[in-house]
């Protein structure tokens, strides 16, 4: 099985209607190849792959079942891509058949520890595996600012340590921009943007235009001090 569904941001979508299916692959260049070009320092360090059950560790070991899985899906991605897009191909088709039972929508997301450009990765007879499923919505994060997508596509730019050039960027190009708070009581405003709060859903492509998606740090990124995770100064009058 290549996509994985249950975390419990995910369970949330299912009361809105939607059944989202997330592809994990191994972050950044843990396998030997690299999936997440504009990865820092960071967002390594605080990157989802060890969030939840891929985090617990035995005694003793740095690794377990589910990183394995991850390393071995991404060698098998570089390796033995037309195996691997085809049988992606028949799980997203077996996938929306399932959704259509349960009455719910089924939406992917590709990159749920990865940031492949996937609009250029193509998918048999098809320039790329959305042009095979135009009526399906995916959606991802990215912190590769210039992108072209096509339209069932919809991507949040993530801020990170030292990509404020790229924030930009992506503000200008119309994104959306996920960022990722110390403190719980997110702000109203970042940038001059109304900050939305992410973590209700991860339904991303509902989110409001032009907005500022913010999340709560969590696990290894409340100890963050990289300027990943960003803190933000109240502001103290005499
Ligand atoms: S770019 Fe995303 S998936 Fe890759 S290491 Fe950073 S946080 Fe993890």
Not at 17 to 39: E, F, M, N, W
Not at 122 to 150: L, M, S
Not at 218 to 230: C, E, M, P
């Amino acid at each position: 099985m290549l996509l994985t569904r249950g975390n419990p941001k995910i369970l949330k979508g299912e009361k809105q209607g939607y059944l989202t299916s997330i592809l994990h692959l191994a972050p950044a260049d843990l396998s030997g190849y690299q999936t997440c070009p504009k990865a820092t320092a960071g967002c390594k360090a605080a990157c989802l792959n060890t969030a939840g059950r891929g985090g617990i560790f035995k005694k003793g070991e740095s690794t377990n079942v589910i990183q394995q899985a991850r390393i071995r899906k991404t060698v098998r991605f570089f390796e033995a891509r037309e195996q691997f897009m085809q049988e992606l191909g028949l799980e997203i088709q077996s996938t929306i058949k399932y959704a259509e039972k349960k009455g719910l929508i089924p939406v992917f997301r590709l990159n749920g520890t990865s940031d492949i450009a996937w609009e250029k990765i193509r998918f048999g007879a098809y320039r790329n595996i959305f042009e095979a499923f135009p009526g399906v919505q995916f959606y991802d994060y990215t912190k590769i600012a210039k992108r072209n997508v096509p339209s069932n596509y919809h991507l949040t730019f993530s801020a990170a340590d030292g990509n404020d050039a790229d924030v930009a960027v992506a503000i200008d190009r119309g994104y959306n921009v996920a960022v990722v708070f110390a403190d719980k009581k997110l702000p109203e405003q970042y940038n001059g943007l109304t900050v939305f709060n992410g973590d209700e859903s991860d339904l991303r492509f509902l989110d409001p235009l032009k907005s500022i998606i913010g999340l709560y740090a969590k696990g290894k990124a409340r100890k963050d001090s990289t300027g990943f995770v960003k803190r933000i100064i109240p502001i103290v009058t005499a």
